[in-house]
């Protein structure tokens, strides 16, 4: 992989890499995505991926064993259409990279214009010899086009050429748990000029319409009445026999127009994909690709972070930064960002808590306000759900308990660890809401909608803790933190702390409503039947009793109760032939290991940091950081920031630098799964809360800069309160 800053280039085929590729050269728009699968047959190993925003698949749980409160389904974003399909055979021979003779290759994602290329020249087992150059983008001014420039050149004599670009609907998910397609056929047509193909989704029941145009040249020259209709059981297309000379190029032009009824407001899903391929015929291919260009550089203009001295920096976090674009542009609510975005089938491209902790800070920066919003209230129109979550697990009077995973507010995922016991999720929403009036200063969201989310999840708080008579204290039983190689633990250090804040912040949100806008406050108590004076004083009791684990001779937090029960082994001490250990090891092993895949204590640390001294901080840095192994993607980010703070820029760099290029480098060894795009937005935190040390303190904001010492200059902007905040450090 060659280092570019403004570019992702491999410029070797290599067939053991093709999947890796296909999940690094995604190309999507927020509202679909595409992974970088060839556009021609290929036989080797491979992903076969298309996704859509907000259209989804309730696949039935599969569990060895089944458990009360466990969901019945696990949702999963669902592999479409594969409307970039197009077959070549030369004199009669298919053109495949898994069986041709590769003799040069290119491949190229230009992030600064949102264009993938790729160029090879191969010699196939009939010893022709072709040179084809694939340009392809998924417009972001044009919602629902993708378009595909195809060149095929006859290098060493003439040949017949046959091209067949098509549609194919009969596709399946990798992840399916029984193994079944999740789309119904319901029409399909093709004639010489375009196909058109509808599906609509089991259960769920959501329509989907790929309508193709096509344009055919000849060494520039239009060949007129070329194609022939193909059509098969949920597949349609056109094929075009042309004969070449030595040296002559056909040129394929496919538009597609992509509609569902999630991001569009019409029943005749056909008509809108039609006039969608048609409209981008008649502009054509170089048009629509300035028009890309042109918007994607607006775009960088707003949120470009630009690094001197170190063009690994450099292309790391453009990386993330284009890949968090092309996944969520926040102008639908109803959306949200997976995990995976529109790479991968991995977690099922459900919205996890990752959304509030870790992305939500990026788009208040660099998108604004409004899209910052959509995404509590995302949260927010599914307070209902998380209502009936907890009280599937037992809780009452509305408790809310956001899912771990969920694609409309429903909990989905099927672990038990997971879904009964990683609750910290509860809190990110709280601290979501929190660091959006803290940046935005909008308080005003609390009357509106915050107090009554806020509400549910203290309440949740306060029948999920424990009193202990053996103690005197409050305990919080049978959980899992963020470490996620530790399950079922009691009085998790960070848990207990999040919980406590989410009960003091509810408490205080509640009291500036009552003050500022008591009509507001009146109703809001009256629809959740809030007892003030026996609800307060609980809550205030559990505040004050709250037992949080730590070791007095070192001076720390601890993890969990009972943590320094474990063997203390360090991580420099691991043979790295054993990492992964999640790959290596047996889950029993890690288990009982110390090792932690994330700190749980250094994300509280992150968090508050305002509620710890500088020393408190150090102190616990170098215990946890020492015992992580970063098999999570949300791990490194937090340590980066952590470790500018305390002035140690070695480390921070070192985590900077895991964070920034975890798939670049593909450090979990896992990029073929997809990309880890929530985690990207940890990347951007990395720089700017942690090289830059940007802050807002009392409604402003202040930066406290600390760069590596080889960068010459880190330049930024930041959308801050209706104004764009431009930052240069040296």
């Known amino acids: 992989m060659m280092v570019h800053p403004w570019k992702i280039i491999e410029d070797t085929f290599i067939p053991e890499r093709v999947k890796a590729a296909e999940s690094l050269f995604s190309i999507g728009n927020g509202k679909m995505g595409q992974r970088a699968n060839f556009e021609e047959a290929y036989s080797g190993e491979t992903l076969q991926g298309s996704y859509i925003g907000g259209v989804y698949y309730p696949d039935k749980t599969r569990v060895g064993w089944w458990k009360n409160g466990y969901p019945e389904y696990f949702a999963k974003v669902l592999n479409s259409a594969f409307w970039i399909g197009i077959d070549v055979k030369i004199n009669g021979e298919t053109l495949d990279l898994h069986t041709a003779k590769v003799i040069d290759f290119y491949h190229e994602l230009d992030m600064q214009h949102g264009v993938l290329t790729r160029r090879f020249t191969a010699e196939l087992s009939n010893k022709i010899k072709v040179a084809v150059e694939a340009v392809r983008f998924v417009s972001i001014t044009r919602t629902g086009l993708g378009a595909i420039s195809y060149t095929v050149q006859a290098l060493n004599s003439a040949a017949d050429i046959e091209i067949t670009p098509f549609t194919d609907a009969g596709v399946k998910n990798e992840d399916a748990n029984y193994d079944e397609k999740f789309w119904d056929f319901v029409f399909q047509s093709a004639t010489p000029d375009h196909s058109t193909i509808v599906m609509q989704t089991k259960k769920t029941g959501f329509p989907v319409c790929w309508h193709s145009n096509y344009v055919l040249l000849l060494d520039g020259n239009p060949v007129e009445h070329a194609f022939v209709p193909v059509e098969k059981t949920a597949w349609a297309g056109a094929s075009a026999k042309v004969k070449v000379r030595k040296n002559e ?36 291919f170089l048009r629509l690709k300035e028009e890309q260009a042109g918007a994607w550089q607006e775009k960088w203009r707003h949120c470009d972070v630009e690094i001197g001295g170190d063009e690994k920096a450099q292309q790391g976090v453009r990386f993330c930064i284009f890949q968090l674009l092309q996944t969520y542009t926040g102008e639908d609510p109803r959306l949200n960002v997976g995990p995976k975005g529109f790479t991968g089938e991995k977690y099922g491209g459900s919205t996890y808590w990752d959304t509030e902790a870790y992305c939500l800070p990026f788009y208040l920066s660099t998108a604004g306000d409004e899209v910052a919003r959509n995404l509590l209230l995302y949260r927010h129109s599914q307070l209902p759900q998380a209502i009936d979550n907890a009280k599937k697990l037992g809780f009452t009077d509305g408790a809310a308990l956001y899912p771990m995973v969920t694609m409309n507010g429903e909990e989905c995922h099927n672990e038990w660890e997971i879904t009964f016991e990683e609750i910290h999720r509860n809190g990110a929403i709280a601290y979501a809401i929190f660091n959006y009036i803290r940046y935005t200063g909008d308080r005003d969201y609390l009357s509106t909608h915050g107090l009554e989310v806020l509400i549910g999840i203290a309440r949740f708080w306060a029948q999920r803790i424990t ?108 043979d790295s032939a054993q990492r992964p250990l999640n790959q290596k090891w047996s889950w029993d092993r890690i288990l009982r290991s110390c090792f932690i895949k994330q700190a749980d204590v250094l994300q509280g640390l992150y968090f508050f940091e305002d509620d710890f001294d500088e020393d408190a901080i150090r102190r616990n840095f170098h215990f946890y950081e020492a015992r992580t192994v970063h098999e999570s993607s949300l791990s490194p980010c937090v340590h980066a920031v952590l470790a500018a703070k305390i002035g140690d820029m070695d480390k921070a760099y070192e985590m900077y630098l895991r964070t920034s290029r975890l798939d670049l480098d593909d450090y979990n060894k896992e990029v073929g799964e997809g990309l880890h795009i929530t985690s990207m937005a940890g990347s951007w935190l990395a720089v700017i809360q942690g090289f830059a040390g940007m802050r807002v303190r009392d409604g402003q904001l202040t930066f406290n800069p600390r760069l590596p010492k080889h960068w010459t200059h880190l330049a930024f902007n930041v959308n801050f309160r209706g104004e764009i905040v431009h930052c240069k450090f040296d």
């Open 467 to 574: 009193w202990s008579e053996e103690r005197g204290k409050y305990v919080m039983l049978g959980v899992t933190g963020p470490n996620e190689y530790e399950n079922n633990v009691n009085n998790n250090w960070y848990t207990n702390y999040i919980a406590c804040w989410c009960l003091r912040y509810t408490k205080e949100s509640m009291e500036w409503v009552r003050q500022n806008h008591a009509a507001c406050y009146d109703e809001i108590i009256k629809k959740t039947h809030f007892d003030e004076l026996n609800e307060w004083a609980q809550w205030d009791d559990i505040t004050t009793k709250m037992h949080f684990p730590r070791h007095e001779k070192l001076n720390i937090f601890l993890q969990q109760d009972g943590y320094m029960d474990k063997e203390q082994i360090l991580v420099k001490d691991l």
């Open 249 to 284: 190029k056909v040129t394929l032009y496919k538009y597609t127009g992509i509609t569902n009824l999630q991001n569009r407001n019409t029943a005749d899903l056909a008509t809108a994909a039609k006039g969608i391929a048609d409209n981008a015929k008649e502009t054509g």
